[in-house]
Nanobody, 125 residues
Framework: QVQLVESGGGLVEAGDSLRLSCAASGRIFSSYTVVWFRQAPGKEREFVAAIQWSTGYRYYTESVKGPYSISRDNAKNTVSLQMNSLKPEDTAVYYC??????????????????WGPGPQVTVSS
């Protein structure tokens, strides 16, 4: 099981950009998928984006396709989430998670066994 620590959250204005990073201590094996979820106040935790560590395949929830981009740096054991054109409805706690053999179930939170504490992202109007 890897340990994950996110960074890069904060308060921005609508239309701004923000980049979140997720650093893993311990090896991320080729079987792993690394994912970002977010949870807004009073709402369920929802899938945002995922990347397969071995292939680099990327998946996004429909609402963030285009403005968001997930990437990985194998050498640094990090995954980043670039968020552009932020909106107030993007305000949430953003969680990084990782898990093995997730496959096509990348959007299911129960498939991930390692979670970071989650930075707050607040977008003001």
């Amino acid at each position: 099981q890897v340990q994950l620590v996110e960074s890069g959250g904060g308060l921005v204005e609508a239309g701004d950009s923000l980049r979140l990073s997720c650093a893993a201590s311990g090896r991320i094996f080729s079987s792993y998928t690394v994912v970002w979820f977010r949870q807004a106040p009073g709402k369920e935790r929802e899938f945002v984006a995922a990347i397969q560590w071995s292939t680099g395949y990327r998946y996004y929830t429909e609402s963030v396709k285009g403005p968001y981009s997930i990437s990985r740096d194998n050498a640094k054991n990090t995954v980043s989430l670039q968020m552009n054109s932020l909106k107030p409805e993007d305000t949430a706690v953003y969680y990084c998670a990782a898990g093995p053999y997730v496959g096509i179930n990348y959007y299911m939170r129960e498939k991930y066994d390692s979670w970071g504490p989650g930075p707050q992202v607040t977008v003001s109007s």
